[in-house]
């Protein structure tokens, strides 16, 4: 993804932030907010547009009191939300690569739990479309420390503002989940809770935050956001979960198979529906993972899949971390239906 804006990216965007031409100077138009000036080139093929932008850059910054490249980002992609991730760490500290893992995971299942509660909100939505959008958010490293900046279209498909309404979604529910009582937390905020911990860093246990930047082409009632998690958040979350798993559980879900993996030696299925634990519901749908060890219950979850068939998964319950699945044995996972007709 390219971050240095072209020319008429440079003018919609200062149009939008209030900025306008005061005069002309050597064939640049001389832009003007408050105390500050910029040039615009007349164009990209201008010998010096490329340094005369850069300058413009840090000028803009300067009078939005931020940095170069989250202006040149916001110029780039305006119709993006930006959700910035920063954990922190002691100075020079680096990342493990299993906790680095576990946070690319994260932002990944924080996106895509978010979506799929907007469109099981929204009955006309297409299926897909959490998926798709998913795909489309895009990811850029921080500058300094360890985080991750994701950008997420305001706009999906036939689906309009479906990414805001997402990038709503995670900012409420992730405000929920910082000040949850555990007694009272719905499954949603269980499940984004669960994607949180899994940002803290190391053994789950540093403080980080989660910044919401909207989008400079439509901006939303309210000013850039920021969510502080403490240090024990993580940690906290973890062993919640840990013991709210009774010893000898058994767990069922029932719905479509959304994903395959060969875990290593281990062999996962992501199924999709309602999650009941010793029979009794637990709330909504989640996304399950579903530990299958023998390769014909595979093969059938891989047909199944492809089909797009509901099945149903019963076993003992597990642990990965903070999150639940089921561990199947052959003839704990069954096809429901026998396709579409």
């Known amino acids: 993804m390219t971050t240095f804006p072209r020319v008429d990216q440079v003018v919609d965007y200062l149009t939008a932030k209030g900025w306008g031409i005061t005069g002309h100077w050597r064939g640049a138009e001389i832009w003007t907010r408050d105390e500050f000036d910029v040039l615009v080139p007349p164009g990209d093929d201008t010998a010096d547009a490329r340094a005369r932008l850069r300058d413009l850059l840090v000028c803009v910054a300067d009078a939005e009191g931020r940095a170069p490249r989250s202006v040149a980002r916001d110029m780039v992609l305006p119709e993006s939300d930006v959700v910035s991730y920063r954990v922190t760490l002691p100075e020079f500290a680096t990342v493990p690569l299993g906790a680095g893992l576990r946070a690319v995971r994260a932002v990944r299942d924080l996106v895509a739990t978010c979506a799929r509660a907007v ?61 949850a009582d555990p007694r009272t937390v719905d499954h949603l905020v269980d499940d984004v809770s669960s994607a949180l911990a899994d940002l803290a860093g190391e053994h789950r246990g540093s403080p980080f935050d989660l910044v919401f930047h909207w989008a400079a082409a439509l901006p939303a009632d309210r000013r850039d956001t920021s969510l502080r998690f403490p240090r024990n958040f993580g940690a906290n979350v973890r062993a919640r979960r840990e013991k709210a798993v009774p010893a000898a559980a058994r767990g069922a879900v029932q719905g479509r198979v959304t994903r395959l993996a060969l875990d290593g030696p281990r062999r996962v299925v992501t199924i999709r529906g309602p999650f009941t634990l ?43 971390g903070a999150k639940q699945g089921i561990v199947v044995e052959p003839g704990g996972f069954t096809v429901v239906d026998r396709g579409r007709g």
């Open 278 to 320: 010793d029979g009794r519901p637990t709330g909504r749908e989640r996304a399950v993972r579903v530990r299958v060890d023998d390769r014909q219950t595979y093969l059938l979850a891989v047909e199944a899949h492809t089909a797009g068939l509901t099945v149903r998964a019963e076993g003992d319950v597990e642990s990965t």
């Open 119 to 179: 469109a099981d909100d929204l009955p006309d939505t297409d299926a897909r479309t959490p998926g798709r959008l998913v795909e489309r958010t895009s990811l850029s490293t921080a500058d300094e420390g360890f985080g991750f900046d994701l950008f997420i279209p305001v706009h999906h498909d036939a689906a309009p503002r479906f990414g805001r309404a997402t990038t709503m979604r995670l900012l409420r529910t992730s405000n929920a989940a910082l000040a």
